[in-house]
């Protein structure tokens, strides 16, 4: 078992940046993938960034060139820095993991992009 805590969520003005974090219980050396979703309101849930453990990511059409995630194995986090910001953008912010057959979800952080 793995607990995921999100923090670094707010209010940002169109254009600005925001760093995501997400901090893990215990060690995600290993892990198959850590990744980023989004959930925007009455929308689902999206896939918007992924790691593989041997350090490949992939991003989503929507964030690619804007958006960057990263993971510190050593510190059990994973980030996703995200620059020009857009209304579009706004949304809660959910960290996930999967270790072999066991996945694991944050509780999100709340990103706000308005003027």
């Known amino acids: 078992q793995v607990q995921l805590v999100e923090s670094g969520g707010g209010l940002v003005q169109p254009g600005g940046s925001l760093r995501l974090s997400c901090a893990a219980s215990?060690?995600?050396?290993?892990?198959?993938?850590m990744a980023w979703y989004r959930q925007a309101p009455g929308k689902q849930r999206d896939l918007i960034a992924n790691?593989?453990?041997?350090?490949?990511?992939n991003y989503a059409d929507s964030v690619k060139g804007r958006f960057t995630i990263s993971r510190d194995n050593a510190k059990n986090t994973v980030s996703l820095q995200m620059i020009s910001l857009k209304p579009e953008d706004t949304a809660v912010y959910y960290c996930?993991?999967?270790?072999?057959?066991?996945?694991?979800w944050g509780q999100g952080t709340q990103v706000t992009v308005s003027s």
């Open positions: 996930h993991a999967r270790n072999g057959a066991s996945t694991y």
């Open positions: 215990r060690s995600i050396f290993g892990f198959d993938v």
């Open positions: 790691i593989a453990a041997g350090g490949n990511t």
